[in-house]
Antibody, heavy 122, light 109 residues
């Protein structure tokens, strides 16, 4: 079955750029799914960051769009997140997940990576 | 944009039935999906679509929808069901955006 694993620095300085990668195993990133990033600040709820299709098409959360870039590397079967100009408010556990859409209608996320905590601090 | 509203906390006696709700305009157009999250763990999908359970999810979990409200029902709650539950849906604006509810903390007494 498909498994996802996040990797990247656990500490980022304020005003810097957060960079994470999600490795996909057990399946192809070129399947008919979207690949998503979701975050969760400590003690708070889930926030959708955005998604990418293997063609390179992306959709982003409007509240983060100006700072987010999601890219895909089909040769490595992985996708990545970059979040620029970070502040302490961006401290969160970052998850990657596979998104499935039913005929461009409703969607669901499954599976999820284990998550990685990124702290923004000097 | 769109918002999904959940009750912050719900409790249920062991073995009883509990319903967790999620309200939002987008639910008039799209089914919600539901996730269970235990402390220190990633969310796990428990219900998607009209009322579909992924492999391995007990049949005591079920989903339903009416108007702008989606519901997750646990029939015969077990101690291991104590967790946070989140709903998600497509944004009703017509854009391909996704929203999550604020989450419901379920306590099994």
């Amino acid at each position: 079955q498909v498994q996802l694993q996040e990797s990247g620095p656990g500490l980022v300085k304020p005003s810097g750029t957060l960079s994470l990668t999600c490795a996909v195993s057990g399946g192809s990133i070129s399947s008919s799914n979207w690949w998503s990033w979701i975050r969760q600040p400590p003690g708070k709820g889930l926030e959708w960051i955005g998604e990418i299709y293997h063609s390179g098409s992306t959709n982003y959360n409007p509240s983060l769009k100006s700072r987010v870039t999601i890219s895909v590397d089909k040769s490595k079967n992985q996708f990545s997140l970059k979040l620029s100009s970070v502040t302490a408010a961006d401290t969160a556990v970052y998850y990657c997940a596979r998104a499935t859409y039913y005929y461009d209608s409703y969607n669901w996320f499954d599976p999820w990576g284990q998550g990685t905590l990124v702290t923004v601090s000097s | 944009s769109s918002e999904l509203t959940q009750d912050p906390a719900v409790s249920v006696a062991l073995g009883q039935t509990v319903r967790i709700t999620c309200q939002g305009d987008s639910l008039r157009s799209y089914y919600a999906s539901w996730y269970q999250q235990k402390p220190g763990q990633a969310p796990v999908l428990v219900i998607y679509g009209k009322n579909n359970r992924p492999s391995g999810i007990p049949d005591r979990f079920s989903g339903s929808s009416s108007g702008n409200t989606a519901s997750l029902t646990i029939t015969g709650a077990q101690a291991e069901d104590e967790a946070d539950y989140y709903c998600n849906s497509r944004d009703s604006s017509g854009n391909r955006h996704v929203v999550f509810g604020g989450g419901t903390k379920l306590t099994v007494l």
